[in-house]
């Protein structure tokens, strides 16, 4: 399915990288394991599953040579381990990992298992691995655990993998983001990149928030414009989580500004950030690099004012995102057959072009 700017509508005026993602950070990497299983319920069998694993490797040395890291929260109704670590450090060293809420504990074992094996000196100089959740269980029968080590495994090989690669990621109903909703369309995994001198800054979001009649694309109200919902129960509220990563010389403390402005980019298109919706935002810089003890290996030469670009990179780069998580999901049918259908696209673009935005500027 096509992503936002493939339908003609442009988001901000910044360029983006050659492939508009995360990939086009140099070092950095995108995989997926995909997890659709149809099973009678528990207590016969798994159940619907709905799910998956997604890695982002953020450089393939991070455990020698971590990566300046930090972080910002605009709801906390969630969990991402490595948090509080790279808030007091300034610094991450392993790739991030997304995934169910209550499969959280699941994928943090198996990153942890697949350090152990690739940097046998962890075992003794501990690792905290990156381990974000949303709720998938609207569509995902989470009362099985349904994700092995061997699907972190496949996600995580994969994204070493597209390192490099002049091709768009799988985005939308793909990998963590399978049994995700957005605005009560289906959303999931959604990226976007833009240049900034020479320097990329990109976005990865796990997109799982919000309702319909909030939904804003290109600045047009779609989700009211569009009416009601199909008849059913509505999507319960969930979360986002949105990753930075750029490879200017940032260091931690420009990496927790950087991922700030990744709720400033969801506001665009619609979030409030409700009671029960966890946003929580992490960012991280390839361009400065540490050694284990903490210790930079230059400078920073990218602060203060000189983010202000980068910031409006971020805002642009989010809001595509999240678009682009729900265009390119098609209508998913899970748990107990509840739906979350794909946002009706050729309706969006009729609405934009009523209102002078397809093929336009937002």
Not at 56 to 74: E, K, S
Not at 85 to 109: I, K, N
Not at 214 to 234: D, F, N, S, T, Y
Request: net charge negative; proline share 7%.
């Amino acid at each position: 399915m096509p992503r936002v700017r493939d339908l003609g509508i442009q988001i901000g005026v910044l360029p983006t990288g050659p492939t508009n993602s995360v990939l086009d950070v140099p070092g950095v990497g995108l995989g997926h394991t995909t997890i659709i299983r149809d099973e009678p319920a528990p207590p016969d069998g798994r159940g619907r599953a709905r799910t998956g694993a997604t890695v982002l490797v953020l450089a393939d040395d991070a455990f020698i040579r971590p990566v300046p890291a930090g972080g910002a929260v605009l709801n906390g109704a969630g969990e991402c381990t490595g948090f509080l670590t790279a808030a007091e450090w300034g610094c991450a060293e392993t790739p991030v990992y997304l995934t169910s809420t209550l499969q959280l504990g699941r994928v943090y074992d198996s990153a942890c298992r697949i350090e152990l094996e690739h940097n046998p000196s962890a075992a003794v100089d501990f690792i905290i691995p990156v381990v974000a959740e949303c709720d998938d269980s609207w569509l995902n029968d989470a009362r099985r655990m349904q994700t092995e080590h061997e699907d972190v495994v496949a996600a995580w090989e994969a994204a070493r993998t597209s390192v490099g690669s002049s091709v768009p990621p799988d985005e939308g109903a793909v990998g963590s983001g399978t049994g995700m909703s957005c605005f009560d369309f289906k959303g999931g995994i959604g990226t976007a990149s833009r240049r900034v001198g020479e320097h990329t800054v990109a976005v990865l979001l796990m997109t799982n928030f919000g309702v319909r009649e909030e939904c804003i694309v290109a600045g047009v109200p779609v989700g009211r414009l569009l009416g009601p919902a199909p008849e059913g129960p509505p999507t319960p509220a969930g979360s986002c989580i949105g990753i930075v990563v750029t490879d200017a010389p940032v260091d931690g403390a420009s990496c927790a500004r950087l991922a700030r402005r990744v709720g400033l980019g969801l506001a665009r298109t619609g979030s409030v950030a409700h009671h029960g919706s966890g946003e929580i935002f992490m960012g991280f810089g390839t361009g400065l690099r540490l050694d284990r003890d903490g210790n930079p290996e230059g400078a920073a030469t990218v602060a203060g004012r000189a983010l202000d670009d980068y910031f409006a990179a971020v805002v642009e780069a989010a809001e595509e995102s999240v678009l682009n998580s729900m265009f390119t999901a098609p209508t998913v049918t899970g748990r107990d057959d509840n739906t979350s259908h794909g946002i009706p696209v050729d309706d969006v673009l009729g609405l934009l072009a009523e209102h002078g935005r397809q093929a336009g500027v937002r």
